[in-house]
């Protein structure tokens, strides 16, 4: 049974930073692309960042580009989310996704998802 379990979400004041966890079990972890995405209230679920298998390439949003650093170590089969200078508009419900192939910001392209971690960034 896979899961992808977030952590690491808060209440934040704008400008601080926040790293998300995302720790994944029961797939060859080092083998599926990994994405983050989010969910602010009365919105549909957006792309933040991704990574591939080896985390040799990475891909961000443009809102988030330059502020948010996805990583990953395949030793522990987590994926992280480092988020620097928080904006109110960063504010959303964060989730977890892995790709059995490197699907960028193609969320269909993305077979599991984690139950998601709130982030609110207060202004």
């Known amino acids: 049974q896979v899961q992808l379990v977030e952590s690491g979400g808060g209440l934040v004041q704008a400008g601080a930073s926040l790293r998300l966890s995302c720790a994944a079990s029961?797939?060859?972890?080092?083998?599926?692309?990994m994405g983050w995405f989010r969910q602010a209230p009365g919105k549909e679920r957006g792309f933040v960042a991704a990574?591939?298998?080896?985390?040799?390439?990475?891909y961000y949003a443009d809102s988030v580009k330059g502020r948010f650093t996805i990583s990953r170590d395949n030793a522990k089969n987590t994926v992280y989310l480092q988020m620097n200078s928080l904006k109110p508009e960063d504010t959303a419900v964060y989730y977890c996704?892995?790709?059995?192939?490197?699907?960028?910001?193609?969320?269909?392209?993305?077979?599991?998802w984690g139950q998601g971690t709130q982030v609110t960034v207060s202004s």
């Open positions: 996704a892995a790709s059995i192939n490197y699907s960028r910001d193609y969320a269909g392209g993305y077979g599991y």
């Open positions: 029961g797939l060859a972890f080092s083998s599926y692309g």
């Open positions: 990574i591939s298998w080896g985390g040799g390439s990475t």
